[in-house]
Every structure is written in C-alpha cells, then in structure tokens.
C-alpha cells in the first residue's frame, strides 16, 4: 500500500510587498507525481533550493500544495478535518537540533506529542520508553536536553515523533549541523526505525554517504524530480549528478576517477567491499 | 605577524562552584599564509578556542601574544586585534541585516572611521574577492540563496583586511556544489592575499581537500598538530574522540590489508587514485614475473 501519493503537485511561494499586494511568485515545486510504499526508506537529494524541503512540508501537511493532490495514508492533506490525522502519520524532524526540543527533560519533552493527543499517562510512558530506547537514548531519559551533544539532541527530536506512532517520518537534513559520531548515530537510528519498526522513512541530506542504503532515491531540480532510481542507478550518473550541483560517495568518485584512467570499472560502485572486489578483477 | 598561545587554559564560571574546564594547556602558534584545519568532535573545545583567537575571551592562565605583544595587556589596541582576526560565525548568513549587500559589507570599515572612498573600495574588494557578481551589489542580502549570502557575510569580515580569517564550519547546509565553491573561493583568497585561514568543520573531506596542517581538539586539549597525512594516520585515535578519517583513508587501508602496496597516506580522492594504479601496475608485475 502507498503510504504518500502526490499527484501532479506544485506549489508556488507568493511574494507580497509593504501593502500587501502580490508582488510576484516562485513556483518552489512544480508538477511532482511520485508515490511511496508502505516500509520504504527514500533518500531526497537537490542542491540549495531545488524544491526538496518544500516538497517535504507537504508531506505532513505543513505546507499545502497550489494545484495537485498529496494523500498521506489515504487521506487527503487539502481537507481540514484530515490535518490532525496526517501529522499524526507522518512526523517531520528539522536541521537545527537546538530550536526543536521544548521539555525541561528528555522523557517529558518525548511524551510532549502523545500527551497533545490524548493518550492516557500509563500508555504515554510506554511510548516514551519504548521511542528512547529505539534511538539508544533511554540512559538519557532524565537528563536535561541542554546538556546533550547534537546528534543527541537530533536523536530526541526523532524519538519525540516516534512516540506519536507515525507510519512515516521525514527527516529534513538531520545531520546537517553534527560531527562525524552524531551523524553516524542518527543515520543508524533512522535505518532502524525502518529495519525494525517499519516506519516509512524520508531522508533529505546533503551527504551523499547516508543515501547509499535507500531503497530508491529521488532526486530534484527546479523543482521538478529530475531522477530517480536505486542509489546504484542513480550514483552511477556522476556527471550528471555534478551538473545539479551534487556529488557522489567518495567510494564512487575514487571508483569513477579510476575508471577515467582506463580501469575496466563498472560504473555505480557504491561500498569499499565492492570496489576491493573489482579491482581484485582487474589484475 | 604571528600569533601566539602558549599555556592557555580556560575555565567557564571559574568563581563559581560550576566551574567546567574548557581549555587545558594550549600551545599554539599560527604563522603567516598558513591554512590550518581545526576539527574536533561537538564540546571538544574548538569554539572556546577560536574566541581566544581575538580576545573574545580572556585566558584563565597562560597568554595569547600578537606580534610578540599580550593581547591582554594593559595597552594594546584590542580594537585593532579584532579587525586584524577575522572570524565568521557558523550560519553568518543570520547576521545579515542591512538595506542592500553592498552596505551590508561596508559596515565593518565604517565603523573603523575610514573615510567614504576607502570604506567603498574595500567593500569592493572583499566582495570581488568572494566571487559575488556585481549586478547584485544593491540587492537586499535576504533575497539571496544561502551560498550567496554566506559570501556576503564573509566579505563583510574581509572588509576589515584582516590577516587572520578564522571560519566556523562556513559549508553547513550547503548543497555540495556550493560547499566546493565556498572553499575553493577560500583557498583562491588565501593564496591572492597571503591572509592565514583557520578552518573549523565537521567534514573530514573538506579538511583533507584543503588544509596544510590539522590541529585535533578533544577534551580541551590539542591531540595532534600535524599535515593532514600524519594527523589521518592515527585513524583509530580519531575515533576514540568521536571523528574519523577522510572515506578515502579507509578504502586504502582496506586495499593494504588484501595485499595491494597502496600508500595509506594518501586523503584525497585523487592522491588516492594515483597510488591505487601505482600498486595495480606493481602488483601485474609481480604476477607476471612469477608466471
């Protein structure tokens, strides 16, 4: 079943001057169709505006579209009474580790979301224990937030939107603002949540590392999904890629480099496993 | 022009019962047209200490010297230290806050009491010296695109002439071409002005692709000082404190263990392309020499 359904979307930013007259608009997305199933992990790649984090507001209704339709577990952002119901699906987790967290402590700052929709406090708990614990930050349960390193923080923010029960969760470029240790525990967080609890994950990122274990990639431009495939399909494009200001894993740039200078390489290596493998070949 | 710390340590609320150590012990001299990396896991102590870099904050021991002259004493020019050390904040987009770009840049040397010309002709300098288009002088610095603006911000500090840039993580959030040229631009910079950069950034690539020496923090202490091909050899100490080695480091230690003489040294994607065909050549040659 497909947990995300956009149909023909776009949508346009209005500018408007002092009096409140429309000045002009940006069209931020433009005619974007593409469905998501059910337990899928995507990867949404595009350089500074290309449209990705717009695209992604609309997935849990921050932003409604100007023409299309975007259905979020069957239901239909457009209508209003739906609103609740598609946050409630899907959950969205932001760059900034520091302006997303509101509790004086960790487990009351998780059970913030569950306690907003009326769950009973024993059933809150359970919730609260078992989010921390899937991102490994029950030890942490009674710290202060302020206290904890980034990636922590982005691992509570994550756990905050886990313990709503979402059946999908979009993460706009989590590790933006984190070092190499928090980057790579919250990735692991997120590849478990898809591994084990099912939820549907969206990743936006700048780095091309964390997509190479997606289930298909998206990628965008003015707009517009300008490919798509899985991470070898799409990665195997380098030049492409370059020409829409992106990059690819380094395994795959040194692989290309190498292929450049007359390695019979295939193309779309994604692992170092791999690339020791084929050069093992070309002996 | 040199600048010196020798012995610095750094307590936050050092009168209180609170008081955390943030810095222990730090000798360090940063030399003329030097580009230095200074990377060090979140809490390590790098931002305690590029505030010392300019007399943001003061020693709790030890001295910070400019030209042989403590920075702390009673009558150094702690104004001119400042215009003289550089340093654009993570985000300096958020700091943005004047009427088109161009007056946003010339704030800084107007406020130094230049006169009119030379505010203007150094704000133009700064802003060629980003790369940033002049058509887009007058323009508001908020209908910018992030990579745009981050360029603004940073000819804003070059508008002071300093002679040592400091810039922390100055590619965060930037798509990968933007990161390249914001760099590139960096190292472009340097190599016309003869300024020493100090590179603070999570991107162990990055560091790699550009800088000539790498200064580790952790637990607010130096743990390596060194060119980048010695500091990404101790691959597993870096990991310890919560960083790593460039991607390439890793796939040639794996080659060397399958038995390929690449030189583990190498951290860029290119540097590693040369070694791995260099030890395909050497390694058809032995085969053939056996058969």
Not at chain 1, 119 to 137: F, H, N, Q, Y
Not at chain 1, 203 to 211: A, N, Q
Request: aromatic content about 6%; glycine content about 10%; overall charge negative.
């Amino acid at each position: 079943m497909n947990i995300i359904e956009t149909a023909h979307v776009s949508y346009d930013y209005i500018r408007h001057d002092e009096e409140g007259n429309v000045e002009g608009c940006t069209r931020a997305v433009s005619d974007v169709s593409l469905s998501v199933r059910q337990g899928e992990f995507i990867a949404i790649l595009g350089h500074n505006g290309s449209g990705k984090s717009t695209l992604a507001k609309h997935i849990n209704a921050l932003l409604l579209p100007t023409e299309g339709t975007v259905f979020v577990d069957g239901k239909d952002t457009g209508q209003e009474e739906n609103i609740w119901e598609v946050r409630q699906s899907a959950g969205m987790v932001f760059q900034n580790p520091d302006n997303q967290i509101i509790g004086q402590v960790v487990e009351e700052d998780v059970g913030f979301g569950p306690e907003n929709m009326g769950i009973p406090t024993k059933e809150i708990w359970e919730r609260v224990e078992e989010s921390l614990r899937a991102v490994g930050m029950y030890a942490y349960r009674k710290h202060s937030p302020n206290k904890l390193s980034g990636g922590q923080k982005q691992r509570v923010s994550i756990a905050g939107v886990l313990a709503m029960h979402p059946k999908c969760i979009v993460l706009d470029e989590p590790t933006a603002m984190l070092d190499p240790n928090g980057r790579k525990d919250v990735i692991r967080a997120a590849r478990a949540l898809n591994d084990v609890e099912k939820v549907t994950v969206i990743l936006i990122t700048h780095y091309m590392e964390e997509v190479i274990y997606a289930d298909r990639v998206f990628v965008m431009d003015g707009g517009k999904v300008a490919m798509q495939g899985s991470p070898r399909e799409v990665f195997s494009q380098v030049d492409r890629l370059k020409q829409l200001r992106l990059d690819v894993p380094q395994v795959t740039l040194l692989a290309h480099e190498l292929q450049k200078s007359g390695l019979p390489l295939p193309d779309g290596i994604l692992t170092v496993d791999e690339l020791t493998e084929e050069l093992g070949k070309c002996l | 022009m040199s600048l010196k710390l020798e012995h610095v340590s750094y307590m936050y609320g050092s009168d209180t019962t609170l008081a955390v150590r943030a810095l222990c012990d730090i000798n360090l001299e940063i030399p003329d047209g030097q580009f230095v990396g200074l990377i060090g896991h979140t809490g390590s102590g790098k931002s305690t200490l590029v505030q010392h870099l300019n007399g943001l904050l003061a020693p709790t021991q030890g001295t910070v010297t400019y030209n042989g002259r403590d920075i702390w004493g009673k009558d150094f020019p702690k104004k001119e230290l400042r215009s003289k050390v550089g340093l654009v904040f993570q985000y300096p987009e958020h700091q943005l806050f004047e009427v088109d770009v161009f007056s946003d840049v010339c704030f800084g040397p107007k406020n130094l009491g230049l006169p009119k010309e030379e505010v203007e002709a150094r704000a133009m300098r700064a802003l060629k010296l980003v790369g940033f288009p002049e058509e887009y002088y007058k323009q508001s610095p908020f209908e910018l695109s992030g990579g745009q603006k981050r360029r603004v911000a940073i000819a804003g500090v070059l508008a002071m002439q300093p002679e040592i840039l400091v810039l922390d993580e100055p590619t965060a959030g930037l798509d990968p071409r933007g990161r390249d040229e914001i760099l590139g631009q960096i190292a472009h910079l340097k190599e016309e002005t003869g300024i020493s950069v100090v590179l603070v950034s999570h991107s162990m690539e990055d560091v790699a692709n550009y800088v000539e020496r790498i200064i580790v923090m952790s637990g607010g202490r130096i743990l390596f000082d060194d060119a980048p091909r010695k500091v990404f050899g101790h691959v597993r100490e870096l990991e310890e404190v919560g960083l790593a080695a460039p991607c390439v480091t890793y796939i040639l230690h794996r080659l060397r263990e399958k038995g390929y003489l690449v030189d583990t040294g190498a951290t860029t994607v290119l540097e590693a392309r040369d070694t791995i065909l260099e030890a395909l050549r050497k390694k058809r040659g032995e085969e053939r020499h056996r058969c």
